[in-house]
Structures are given as C-alpha cells and as structure tokens.
C-alpha cells in the first residue's frame, strides 16, 4: 500500500512534465507568427515597394519592433516616378542614395498614427529621411473633407493622397497612397498647409521676385538652405487691418511686400528652435539685410519672443517644420523691416 502511495504522489509531477513538455514542443514546431509592414506591403501585391525596400536594404529595419507608420505608394504611384526621369526604366536605375531618401520619407519611425489621429487642422510628425544638417524632415497629414491628404494632396508635387487607411500590422500600420512622396521644399510645405494661404499668396503676387524659385533651391546650393517665419493668415489679416487701402496682398507698394517677405527668410543657415541660444537672445540677419532679435524662452504662450526689425513684437507658435532644403518655423505677426 505504500508503494501505491508513493504513485499517487509522484503522478502529479510526472504529468506535469508531460504537459511542459508538450506545450514546449508545440511552440517550437509551431513558433507564433509576425506580421510586419513589409508583410502587409508583399500580401497586397506591392511589388514597387517591395522591389525598392530591398534595393534599399531596409527590408530588415522594417521588420523590427517599430512602431512603424508607412505612407504605401502603389505599384502605378512608383510607375509615375519613373516616368518623370527618360532614364528611370526600373527602381534600379533611381541612384540608390535618393531612392533610400524617398522610401525613409514615407515612414514615421517610432510611432503608429492611425487615420482617426488626422485632423482637419492637421498634423506634423517627422519621418526617417534627413535634411539639412542631418536632421528628420517633416511630413504634414490633414483631413480634407473626408480625404486625407499628405504634404498637399495629390495636386502636389511633393503630396498624395491615402487612398486606403488603417492596414494594420504587429509593428505598425499602413496607409495606402497614390503617389510617391518626394523630400518637400519649404515652399512644398508652405502650400501644403492651408494655414499659410495668405504667405503663397504674397509670394505669388505678380510684381514680385520669383520667390517660388528662390525657396525650391535644393540644399547645398546657394542661397539655399534656408530658416522661413511663416506668418499665419491671421498675421496677414492684421497687417492688411492696419491700412484701410490693403484689401489684399497685391495692395501693397511691391517694394514694401518684397522687403517684408525678405524680412522673414534667413538664407545660407537652416536653423532649427535648437540652435537658438536658450535663456537668451539670438539675432541672424534676415534675406532682406537687417536683424530680428529671437529670445528664448518666450512669453505670452510664445515658444519664443520675436523683435523685428521696425522694434515690434511678434511670437513663434511653432517650430521645426523640417524640409529638405530649409526649415520653418510658425509666428504670429507679419515681420516688418525699419522704413
């Protein structure tokens, strides 16, 4: 009867082994399965993307843990890169070193936003390619009315719209668009954001340099690159407010708006709220020939203060908005040069 006993106590234990054992092998045969953005990119037939993330080596980096946001060009979106170059006949042809840039601009490293994150005020995140300086460019997502438009939309040459949302991945997510999102300009990004509509329209208004030009200097070419204050509609409105014969940028004497637009633009440095001097005062000269006087930290809700070059006060909002060939930083009041 004891050796019965001993039995009784020992079969817990051995069952317990076999269960451990069973499980243990089971995982091994049948170890859980991952899916990644570049999974979902090759099960949708994506065979552009899945060509360049390759020929860019970045397959790997995209198989890790992520997050991963990725804008997804189709297989026509890359079709239509190629055809903009008589030299472009497949993804090899591109020069590798510009297709990595491309690919790392549609990806947003770090965090997944999902289309219920856009809004119709918009948004601004960076992404994994590099800019002047070596530093992250911006990408700027909005709804537009129940499109969600990326850097402009497709009416840009630097957007593209989402055409399918929400592609969910186990280290991120996928949005589908129809166009190959190119490193943005400062004007690229000054378009894409209706906030700055009054800005475009200043710098459109005939009578004026080619400012469209001038700001679409690829970095590393002078004046390029450059540090843009973009004044806010609002800020547009007010100047306009202070004369009752302003109706509109193109009122304005033509030499007054072209100075004044110089006067926000810093040529030849891209810099960023980090190279400002903190618990001071930093004062470039500006494209049109006198200083402002930058001062951090700022007052009033401003991340900084800013003092133009006619003695007023303004504020930066917002900073950072990195492209490739400049950045740009949002204030408040429209800066005035000294008369």
Not at 110 to 133: F, L
Not at 156 to 163: F, L
Not at 205 to 232: E, M, R
């Amino acid at each position: 009867m004891k050796k019965i006993s001993n039995y009784f106590k020992l079969l817990p234990v051995f069952l317990l082994i076999l269960i451990l054992t069973a499980c243990s092998d089971d995982d091994y045969n049948n170890p859980p399965t991952t899916t990644t953005v570049v999974d979902v990119a090759i099960a949708n037939d994506f065979d552009s993307l899945a060509a360049a993330l390759i020929r860019a080596d970045l397959v790997t980096t995209l198989q890790g843990p992520g997050p991963f946001t990725v804008f997804a060009p189709t297989n026509d979106a890359f079709q239509d890169l190629l055809n903009t170059n008589s030299d472009w006949n497949s993804i090899n042809d591109i020069p590798l070193d510009l297709l990595t840039t491309v690919l790392l601009n549609h990806v947003i490293i770090g965090t997944e936003v999902p289309s219920s994150a856009i809004t119709a005020d918009g948004v601004y995140t960076n992404v994994g390619a590099t800019g002047p300086n070596n530093t992250n460019l911006s990408i700027y997502a909005r709804l537009n009315g129940t499109s969600v438009e990326i850097n402009g939309g497709f009416t840009s040459t630097a957007g593209a719209n989402v055409t399918t949302a929400d592609v969910t991945a186990d280290n991120g997510v996928v949005h589908v668009i129809n166009k190959v999102l190119l490193p943005p300009t400062v004007v690229d990004m000054a378009i894409a954001n209706p906030e700055f509509g009054s800005l475009v329209a200043s710098l459109t208004t005939s009578g004026q340099p080619d400012f469209v030009t001038i700001l679409s200097t690829s970095n590393g070419t002078s004046p390029a690159p450059f540090t843009v204050f973009a004044p806010t509609n609002a800020a547009f409105q007010a100047l306009l407010d202070s004369n009752m014969m302003w109706n509109s940028p193109a009122d304005i004497p033509s030499a007054t708006l072209t100075a004044v637009l110089q006067h926000h633009v810093l040529a030849g440095n891209n810099v960023q709220s980090g190279d400002l001097t903190p618990n001071g005062t930093t004062s470039p000269a500006t494209l049109q020939g006198q200083t402002i006087d930058i001062t951090l930290p700022g007052t009033n809700g401003n991340i900084a203060d800013v003092v133009d070059g006619a003695g007023n006060d303004a504020g930066i909002i917002a900073v950072d908005v990195q492209t490739s060939n400049g950045v740009i930083h949002v204030v408040n009041a429209v800066l005035l040069p000294a008369s």
